[in-house]
């Protein structure tokens, strides 16, 4: 009987872990249908427009997930759009401009010096703006953390690929939409494009994305 019961178990908690890791497989299987319906979502003239279309492309796929899923999943994959169809992200510049940040469609050259890029790799603190409010960001050990005003942060591995370009590998965050936005092991590129007096310009991109971003970052 006991064999029996451990045997039960152990399939339940078989089940239980294949339906967590599949779950992401499906949110991006969504996200990717939703994609391939930009042609439609860009005919979006305000941010209220654009959430009804987006209710009305992406709910018929939500509704195929078991029903204890479909909440989150229409949040998970509102932010999953953002980050991995770079025309989501377009429509979102177009609809919603951010005084923070600023896009081109070529790689700026960057202008740093040898000094410049040996000042920044010295820095364990900076901070940015997002919204109305700060975020505080932490430089240690190879991470990278991201910290907000709630007391929730972001984990990320922090990777130099050249003297100054690096890459921010995603492994947890305890923020709710930094957590629906990246999955584990998304990767973001950023390069240190200019010192100010009191910021960096980094260039920022993802894969598949054919624009770039380009942002401050101050240090203390």
Known sequence: MKHYFLLACLMLMSTLSFA??????RIDQIVEIICSKMDYLNTAADYRE???MFEEVAGPEIMKLPFKERDEAVSKVFYRLQTQCSEVQEIMIRLQPDDDWATSEEKIPSKTSRRDLKDFKAQESFYYSEK??????????GYWSDQFPDGTATRLKMEWLSKDTF???FESSTNEVRDQLSNPGDRYYYQVIEKKED????QSWIDNQDFFSISDIKFK
């Open 20 to 25: 967590q890791e599949s779950t992401d497989e």
């Open 50 to 52: 654009f959430n009804v």
């Open 132 to 141: 109305d409010y700060t975020v505080n960001v932490v430089v240690k050990d």
């Open 167 to 169: 890459v921010l590998i």
């Open 199 to 202: 910021a960096y310009t980094l």
